[in-house]
């Protein structure tokens, strides 16, 4: 959106509560000082599964590779999240451009084809509450949804390397009434609106004060809200252009059309 022009910069003299938001959170690569964006949510690329159904339960990316899991494992539908897992796994990062280390991914990703048994996407939360598969490669926030609904089910962030995402607020060229966006802005940064909003949603604040009021078990519920050594390893996906954007697109088709 800031790339295509259609939002206006933040004036921070009309904001208040900004100092709420953790400042791991702030100066993320797509937006360098938060000139366009405040975060609203935030998360992570994860292993839901489903306990009652496999005996060990998987806690790293090359877990998933277990002949022990053939056909149980539904993978989120999206180039960016099965190459970065893939890479990941050999210990690269999600934002490679190496030729040669997503030739190997991939070579890698073959030999997982047969521990898959879908490749979905909002589906997968369905077909994981009603125990239709083992394992899910999903989001964090689609993972909190599944585990209020079925209490066989747990979500675990890889602690070597993991994709970080965010819900954003931004106020768009279209505005008509700047003062109120503002107004939203102020009152979704209070502590109070921010906790009610994460009990509500479920997704993870980066309102500390917010966190702070969480109930403990989930404030320290490493899933989702990981602890330091596991945050220093997560990525935010870097944009791509068209390029390499379709350079991952061919890479995951062909992964997906690969026989086992």
Do not use: C
């Amino acid at each position: 959106m800031k790339d295509e022009d259609l939002l206006v910069p933040l004036y921070y003299s009309k904001i208040e509560g900004i100092e709420n938001i953790g400042p791991e959170f702030l100066n993320q690569s797509f937006d360098p000082g938060n000139k366009f964006s405040i975060p609203y949510f935030w998360g992570t690329l994860g292993i839901v599964y489903n306990e009652t159904m496999i005996d060990e339960a998987p806690e790293h990316w090359d877990d998933l590779w277990k002949p022990e899991y053939k056909d149980s494992i539904m993978l989120f539908d999206g180039a960016r999240e099965v190459l970065g897992l893939g890479l990941n796994s050999l210990g690269y990062s999600l934002n490679s451009k190496d030729p040669q280390q997503l030739e190997e991914t991939v070579d890698k990703l073959y030999k997982l084809t047969p521990n898959i048994k879908a490749i979905v996407a909002d589906e997968m939360k369905g077909y994981m509450i009603q125990n239709n598969a083992a394992i899910g490669v999903t989001f964090s926030g689609e993972a909190s949804q599944m585990l209020e609904k079925n209490p066989n089910l747990k979500y675990v962030v890889p602690t070597e390397a993991s994709n970080l995402w965010f819900d954003n607020m931004v106020i768009p060229k279209t505005v008509k009434n700047q003062d109120a966006a503002y107004a939203f802005i102020n009152f979704m940064l209070k502590p109070e609106n921010a906790l009610k909003n994460a009990e509500y949603v479920g997704y993870s604040t980066p309102n500390l004060p917010a966190k702070e009021m969480l109930p403990e078990e989930t404030r320290e519920d490493k899933s989702f809200y990981p602890d330091a050594d596991t945050m220093k390893h997560l990525e935010v996906y870097e944009k791509f252009d068209h390029k390499w954007t379709g350079k991952y697109s061919d890479l995951f088709l062909q992964f997906k059309m690969y026989r086992k």
